[in-house]
């Protein structure tokens, strides 16, 4: 290499590494945003669009940075970030969160409420401020909205289901949560908490016989590979939250704060509606792969489940919710 080149080379790098320092510096705050979803799910459109939302909306003062595939890590590991004050957030259901506030838990409770529409009046009511304000003093924990669709989730299987019968010593993949495993227990399964990026694995070492997810979640981990069957139980309508440092929205500049909070409510709308169009093309996908898609009378789910709520306490909240969700 020649003296020119080499002082070309190191002009070149200085260069790039003074452009990269240029964008470092150009927002005040920065918040990174973790996901096990991926890039093709129609909610993480929704977090594009926050992201982008948010840089306008702060004239550049306040960046989002996104990281799909669990990029930074399970959950809870984040959600632990965040409550030691880190500038991190993270996409969650609310049995995740009922560790900390317990009435979160029934939000991922079985048959609570319709589609999207239903369950956005339950986070968006008094009811669900009350919350998310004692997640807030008592956890260290920001709910920067909680209208974040991804769908109602089915049983994924490689054999045929029918009815709770067919469930008796099925290995069933599903979120730790006493909620999550309360249901698919009642369902006639056997739970087994594994994170999701395992679930793929899981499914073709046999180590799991089964899993439920929502369709865009199937779709985007390519389970279409290792199962036969979704068989339409639609038993958990799930609503997740975008959750961030307390301690860190609370450092903010008031105008920040309420950018990130607004656009988020407004993100999780784009997400929700984008997930609810895109359902039936995700459905049509995996019928093309193979995957036999059963639509089947879900009473008797319904019925062997009711009894979740009086498990965990939540007979009185369900009635409440589901009145708000009816309205």
Known sequence: M????????????????SLLAGSALAADYTLNVNTALATNDPLY??????????????????EVRLFPNSQLGPDEDVLEQARAGAPVAVVVDGGRLAVFVDEFGVLGAPYLANGYEGIRKVVTSDLFDEWAEKLHDDAGLDVLS?????????LLTNVEITGPEDLSGIRMRTP??????GTIEAMGATPTPLPWGEVYSGLSSKVIDGAEAQLPAVVGAKLDEVITYVTKTGHINLITGLITSAAWVDSLPEDLQTVLHEEALKAGDIASYGTQDALESLEAQLVESGVTVNEIDVTPFREATA?????LGYGDLRDQLQAIAAE
């Open 2 to 17: 020649t003296h020119f080149t080499k002082l070309g080379s190191i002009a070149l790098a200085g260069l790039a590494a």
């Open 45 to 62: 459109k929704g977090l594009e669009a926050f992201r982008d939302n948010v840089a306008e909306a702060s004239d550049g003062a306040l």
């Open 146 to 154: 909680f209208n974040w669709w991804q769908g109602e989730r089915h």
């Open 176 to 181: 730790g949560a006493p909620v999550w495993t």
């Open 307 to 311: 009894v979740v709520y009086d498990d």
